[in-house]
């Protein structure tokens, strides 16, 4: 009988499979240091605001948008424009940039842009990840472009081959993505 059972145990245990918890891959920002008491104050426009409501309807920066568009959007928003003065006014609809010397680039025009993602407690959960991939694949092709561009090949080459160039990229590029607690936004 004891055969029997142990015979059971291990087909049981061969068979049977374990479902795998996956999740979104994210690097986290630092902590706040303790000196700090709250994290720095960023101006209107350098936050390019996405909102989803619990129709799964999107609203970017005050306007109607579509996950379509979505990316194409984002993009355009975070691609440095520089027109000469840093702190001019409004630069078609574009954020402030930093003149930044970066390894292996040299002096770059970065980005003040940031991506505030918030929606609402109803939205789905094919809708919130759907625009969390649009969101990061965004910055990526913006990566990807800027590795083509300085080094001559994708950032998954300069990635698995030369990690201090794709550093280089994404530190003229950083994730500026910004998520807010879910809250009640109606329809």
Known sequence: MADIAFLLLIF??????????????RKLPPPIPPNQKKPPEVKKRNV???LINSADQLLLNGRQGSIRTL??????????????????????GHPEVTETNIDGIGRFWRSKGV?????DRGTS??????VQNELAAAVSELRDDMAKQYFGTDLKTLLDKYPDKA?????AIPMSISEAEPVSLGD
């Open 12 to 25: 049981f245990l061969v068979t049977t499979t374990m479902d795998v918890d996956s999740g979104i891959s």
């Open 48 to 50: 390019f605001v996405v």
């Open 71 to 92: 990316k194409r959007d984002v993009k355009e928003f975070l691609t440095p424009v520089y027109s000469g003065n840093p702190s001019a006014p409004d630069v078609d």
């Open 115 to 119: 991506v505030s993602m918030q929606n």
């Open 125 to 130: 959960y094919a809708t919130y990840i759907h």
């Open 167 to 171: 550093k280089a990229i994404q530190d």
